[in-house]
C-alpha cells in the first residue's frame, strides 16, 4: 500500500515538474510541422520538376536558372530596392521625429501617441484598400482637387506604371512610421537623465544634445527598427495586393507577390518555390548577422 501511494506520488510530482513542457508539446510539434516542414518540402519542389502540381524528379539549379532569365523577377527585385530603401529610411526618419516631438511632455502626448500607433493596429488589406482609394484618379485626392477648382491637378501614380510602386512606399510609411516611433520614444525616455541635465548645465543646445548625445546612445533600437523594417519589406504581399495588385501589369511586383502569381496563377510551382526560397536567403542574411550580433553583446555583458 506505501509503496503504491510514493509510486502515486511520484508520478504526480514528475507531472506537475514536466506540465509547462507537455502543455506546449502540441504547439511545438505542429510549429515543428507546418513551419519547418513547410520550408524543406518548399525548398525540395525548388530543385524539382514541377509545374501545374508537385513532382519529386530531381531537375537540379534548373528552377533557379529560369527564375533569374525571367524579366519579371528582375522587375520584383528592383522595386524592392527602391520599396526596401525608401520604406526603411522615411519610417526611420518619420519615427524619430515624432519621438523627439513627443519626448519634449507635450500637452496632449497621450493621444496623439495613439493616433500615430493607430495606423499600426491596422491589417495591410486594409491599408491597402483605404489608400487604394485615396489615390485613385477617378475618386480620391485627383478628383476632390478637381471638385475644388484645381482641375490642372494631377496624381495618377497608381495608374502609371512607373510610379506605382512609390504608392507602395507611402501606404506602407504610413502604417509602420507609428511603431518605429514606438520604439525610439521607448529607448528615449530609458536615456540616463544625468547626462541631459549636465549637457544642459554646460549650455549645450537641445538640437546638440539630441544629436550630439541622446540619439547616438540608442544606436542599438535603430539597428532592431531596421531589422523588423527589412523584414516587413521583403515578406511584403498584401499590401501590394490590396493597393496596386502588382500592376499596372507588373511594375509594381515584389518577391512575395511573384511568387504567389508563379506558383499558384502561372502554374510555375517550381519557379515560385524558387523565388520563395530567395526570399528566405534574403531574410536570414538580415535576421541571423543581426541574432548574432545581440548574442555575441549579451556574452559580453554576461
Known amino acids: 500500500m506505501g509503496a503504491s501511494q510514493s509510486t502515486e506520488s511520484n508520478l504526480t ?13 502540441p504547439s511545438f510539434a505542429a510549429s515543428l510541422f507546418f513551419v519547418y516542414g513547410f ?3 518548399t525548398g525540395y519542389m525548388a530543385f524539382s520538376k514541377s509545374r ?5 524528379d530531381w531537375a537540379g539549379l534548373r528552377q533557379y536558372e529560369r ?6 523577377w528582375h522587375v520584383a527585385i528592383e522595386n524592392l530596392l ?3 530603401g525608401l520604406f526603411i529610411v522615411t519610417c ?5 521625429l515624432l519621438a523627439v516631438l513627443l519626448d519634449q511632455r507635450i500637452r496632449a502626448e497621450g493621444a496623439l501617441r495613439t493616433i500615430f500607433l493607430y495606423p499600426m493596429a491596422l491589417s495591410f488589406i486594409v491599408t491597402g484598400t483605404v489608400w487604394k482609394w485615396l489615390l485613385n484618379p477617378g475618386l480620391g485626392l485627383e478628383s476632390m482637387m478637381h471638385d475644388l477648382g484645381w482641375t490642372s491637378f494631377k496624381f495618377d501614380w497608381l495608374v502609371n506604371s512607373d510610379m506605382a510602386i512609390y504608392t507602395v512606399v507611402i501606404a506602407a510609411v504610413w502604417q509602420a512610421s507609428g511603431f518605429v516611433m514606438a520604439m525610439f520614444l ?3 525616455r530609458g536615456v540616463d537623465q544625468d547626462i541631459i541635465r549636465a549637457a544642459y548645465m554646460d549650455g549645450a543646445s537641445l538640437p546638440r544634445i539630441y544629436f550630439g548625445i541622446i540619439i547616438p546612445s540608442i544606436r542599438p533600437v535603430f539597428l532592431s527598427a531596421i531589422v523588423v523594417l527589412a523584414h516587413l519589406a521583403v515578406k511584403s504581399f498584401d499590401l501590394v495586393i490590396a ?3 502588382g500592376g499596372p501589369g507588373y511594375s509594381s511586383d515584389l518577391p512575395a507577390t511573384f511568387m504567389y502569381t508563379m506558383a499558384f496563377q502561372r502554374n510555375q510551382l517550381g519557379v515560385g518555390a524558387a523565388s520563395a526560397m530567395m526570399m528566405l536567403a534574403t531574410v536570414m542574411a538580415i535576421i541571423v548577422p543581426y541574432l548574432y550580433s545581440e548574442l555575441r553583446g549579451g556574452k559580453k555583458n554576461g
Open 92 to 96: 526611420l526618419i518619420i519615427g524619430c
Open 67 to 72: 527564375l533569374w532569365q525571367m524579366e519579371r
Open 39 to 41: 520550408i524543406l518540402w
Open 186 to 188: 521607448a529607448a528615449l
Open 52 to 56: 501545374m502540381l508537385p513532382v519529386w
Open 82 to 84: 527602391i520599396f526596401g
Open 13 to 25: 510530482a514528475s507531472i506537475q515538474r514536466h506540465l509547462s513542457k507537455i502543455v506546449v508539446a
Open 243 to 245: 493597393l496596386t495588385g
